[in-house]
């Protein structure tokens, strides 16, 4: 099997677990060199020494801009330039709007949507030097809000309407836009739920149907970012075959 | 032949005889389908049933203009009597007229919403039933309708009025139905391409084509089989899982 991606530079956010850990390994196995960034630094070490190629563990706080500025320096410094940047940090804290404790409001603003946007504008003269690919992991939750899932839902409103002005700003200069929006993967994102009937309504949508693997939203991830440079798949909207909304 | 994601199945596909249409046919008969070519031009079916034949595959070609309803149902029919089942439709079949709403005839988006949407409903209608009976049947476990639309689909733009209506509508349609059939495990998804260089710009008039290559000028525009890639995608996917929609521009299309 031929490594479509040898030789390139991929930096992944949120990559000690879930999608972001498969997406990692997923893109080392397609031939990347991988910069692994994620709060869980000894849950990388773990990844690195799973994955069949090289990967650089780094320290990521995406919520904080000197965190985001070192890592995209190391990246760049060991590998000595950076191709793909997957966004893939994020943390789900569901609960209804009236009583909600604001503060998880703002731990998913900044982690999905500034943390986000923090990591595209230090990746990007680089991305654009190269010609490359930035990579959103939004969600369902940013094509349709549902009760409950407000703030979550309006960071990944948010991750979509910022890249879509991304999209047009760096078309013609050869960087591609990817927005990717998974439905009920099992990972750990629901488990930080601190409101106990959402924490349960998870739970349950978990085992009432058989969800999606990590691996296939990594499998989508390298689907996008092997085509060609002429084809831009700029979203692609993926759930369980049993999910409805 | 074996060990083909499609081994078994087989697939209808509306517009044929060229453009995404040709080029998914060929994709899926490689991929292991058995494949019922749909067009008006029978030449050109003709040609790539042919084509198919030559790589092993099976395909069957289809003459009908399915703007005509009970050609819409024969089409379904006659894939049934010749192979027996009906696992996969691509609804790709559709024509873009592009013009003002002041300088266009009302004929142009007659022929729009004949083709892009009754003709597909038509089909479709006529499809459900067989492809629930092959989710429930078949070693894949899942049969699959996947809708051609554009990213005339996404956003509206001057001259694209009523073919974004079509592809606005498809998109509703499509999102419907999927909530509808997915406890049949029937999967519904939608294809929006971009700049694909196909025939659809040839029936536009003069001036409006010339306007329309300007604006693609200095792009590399998709290929059909670009698209034909991204449909097959969706198709072989583990059953579990459902690509209900992929946005595919070219590269350069800012648009």
């Known amino acids: 099997m031929s490594n479509t991606l040898d030789g390139r530079v991929v930096l992944v956010t949120g990559a000690s677990s879930g999608i972001g850990e498969a997406t990692a390994l997923a893109l080392s196995a397609e031939g990347a060199r991988v910069a692994v960034g994620a709060r869980r630094a000894d849950r990388l070490e773990s990844l690195a020494r799973k994955a069949p190629g090289e990967v650089l563990a780094l320290d990521l706080d995406v919520t904080d801009q000197e965190s985001v500025r070192a890592a995209v320096a190391a990246t760049v410094e060991r590998f000595g330039a950076l191709d793909i940047l997957v966004n893939s940090a994020g943390v789900m804290l569901a609960g209804p709007i009236a009583g909600a404790d604001t503060a998880e409001w703002t731990r998913m603003i900044e982690t999905n949507l500034l943390g986000s946007m923090y990591t595209v504008h230090a990746a990007l003269p680089h991305l654009l030097e190269r010609k490359g690919t930035v990579l959103q992991i939004s969600s369902t939750s940013g094509r349709t809000a549902s009760a409950g899932n407000g703030v979550y839902a309006a960071t990944k409103f948010g991750v979509t309407a910022f890249s879509e002005a991304l999209r047009q700003e760096v078309t013609a200069q050869g960087v591609r836009v990817v927005v990717i929006e998974p439905g009920f993967v099992a990972t750990e994102l629901a488990d930080h739920i601190t409101d106990p009937t959402m924490q349960a309504a998870a739970k349950n949508i978990g085992t009432s149907m058989r969800t999606l693997q990590p691996e296939d939203i990594a499998d989508a991830v390298v689907y996008a970012v092997t085509q060609p440079e002429h084809v831009a798949v700029n979203e692609i909207l993926i759930r369980p075959t049993d999910q409805t909304r | ?255």
């Not at chain 2, 099976?58 to 009970?70: F, K, Q």
């Not at chain 2, 007659?110 to 006529?126: C, F, G, K, Q, Y």
């Open chain 2, 1 to 255: 032949m074996d060990d083909l994601p499609l081994d078994g199945a087989v697939a209808l596909i509306t517009g044929a005889s060229s453009g995404i249409g040709a080029a998914t046919a060929r994709r899926l008969a490689r991929e292991g389908a058995a494949v019922a070519l749909v067009a008006r031009r029978r030449n050109r079916l003709d040609q790539v049933a042919c084509d198919i034949a030559k790589l092993g595959g099976e395909a069957v070609a289809l003459e009908a203009d399915i703007t005509e309803p009970e050609r819409a149902d024969d089409m379904v029919q006659e894939t049934l009597d010749r192979f027996g089942r009906l696992d996969i439709l691509v609804n790709n079949a559709g024509i873009m007229l592009l013009n003002s709403a002041l300088h266009t005839s009302i004929e142009e988006w007659d022929r729009m919403i004949s083709l892009n949407v009754a003709a597909l409903l038509h089909v479709t209608h006529a499809a459900i039933p067989h492809l629930i009976y092959a989710a429930s049947t078949s070693p894949r476990q899942v049969a699959d309708l996947v809708n051609v639309s554009s990213t005339a689909g996404r956003v509206a733009r001057p001259g694209s009025s009523v073919y974004g209506l079509t592809k606005f509508g498809l998109n509703a349609f499509t999102e419907s139905l999927r909530q509808e059939l997915l406890s049949e495990r029937v999967r519904v998804s939608v294809v929006e391409p971009g700049t694909v260089d196909t025939e659809l710009v040839n029936h536009l008039s003069d001036t409006t084509r010339d306007a329309a290559r300007q604006q693609i000028d200095g792009i590399e525009a998709l290929r059909p089989e670009d698209i034909a890639d991204a449909i097959s995608y969706i198709i072989t996917r583990d059953r579990r899982v459902a690509v209900n929609e992929m946005l595919v521009r070219a590269g350069g299309q800012t648009w």
